[in-house]
């Protein structure tokens, strides 16, 4: 394996990685916010562990798993941990103890988080999921799962509803207030979301959503589609659901196949030509990803050419993560009308790279998207025209920013 061209290609967003030998078994996982930061401390020369040492020496392979946030990825690590029994992640598996989440064997089961001793776990009479090196992660985490799908954590059984009840997390299976067939689903929505099994849970409710619908059980439908998007924000990390509601009207307005989680916007920066610079900003789950910033000084076009220039920084943006292998993101935005579009979109088809693109324009706030004559227009309180000029404007700003740090340069020179 070469060591740093492997890292190189390695994503800079939060995920959880594997570990494996040369046999193909997985000999150890971790998680981490940025996993090629997180990766490439391993190999450092003076890593002051002997333990660490004797395990990279043994690293003949690395898996990666992507995920929106370092909840997602607390959760997977501990199910992969589960799955693999990995002989290197000791701290999970020696005599100190650690959290579980545990769901009883119950007619309305309960679920809490304990401690005990992991060689002791056959003796509890629970399904148990974990060990968790990070408690206070997971009871976030446990406490966002809640809000969306409630559960009992009293225990004993209550006979009476309590705070819990009247505050949303709880249903009040202790006075029947929730059939068990009902709670039993909430129970199976928990699991797989402990046992990272997101596509199996987003399919469970989106037929359950379209079956009430059919049945024109609107609320029960909108309940469904409410803990759908709720969901989107637990793996996002956001800790609410409006980006949810803006990426799927956005998703509606322009005709993309999913609602998109990466947009990348494009600007162009000069006076009368000079000093031209491109800037570029990433957000992920609506929130600006400033490590995915990038800037460009212009070099091939001379003099007032914004087409040529957005060509310019396009073709430099994709063919750099096209040599290094890296991810596209799900939509492009382009700062400007059909022109810049059309100068992007020749770009993309050189390089065999499909990815959504439109534009933006400034004017009227015009979105202009490939092979169609007239553009789109959302009404200004649209959340997802929102988003664009949430977007559209960072990059300006950031283009800005640089070209006026040049102009200065130059002024001093």
Known sequence: MDIKSTIKGLSVSSGVYLYKDAAGAVIYVGKAVNIRKRVESYFRKNTGSLKTDFLVSHIAQIDTIQTASEAEALILEASLIKQHQPKYNVELKDGKTYPYIQITKEEFPLISVIRFNARNRKDVNAEL?????????????LQIIRKIFPFRSCDPFASQICLFYHIGLCQGPCEGKISKQDYARNIRNVRLILEGKKDDLYRHLRAEMEELARSKDFEGAARLRDQIRAIGALYSGTGDINYFKEAEQLQRAIGL?????????????????????????????????????????IKTVKGIDDFQMIAEIVRRRYTRLQKEGLAYPDLIVIDGGKGQLGAAMQELKKLHVTIPLIALAKREEEIFTPGKRNSIKLSHDSLGLKLLMRVRDEAHRFGLKYHTFLRGKEFLS
């Open 257 to 297: 196949e999913r609602a998109p989680v990466r947009i990348e916007c494009f600007d162009i920066s000069n006076i009368m030509g000079n000093q031209a610079v491109g800037s570029m900003v990433s957000f992920l789950n609506g929130k600006p990803d400033k490590n995915n910033y990038r800037r460009f000084r």
């Open 129 to 141: 999921y974990g060990p968790y090196v990070n408690p206070t992660l997971i009871r976030e985490a």
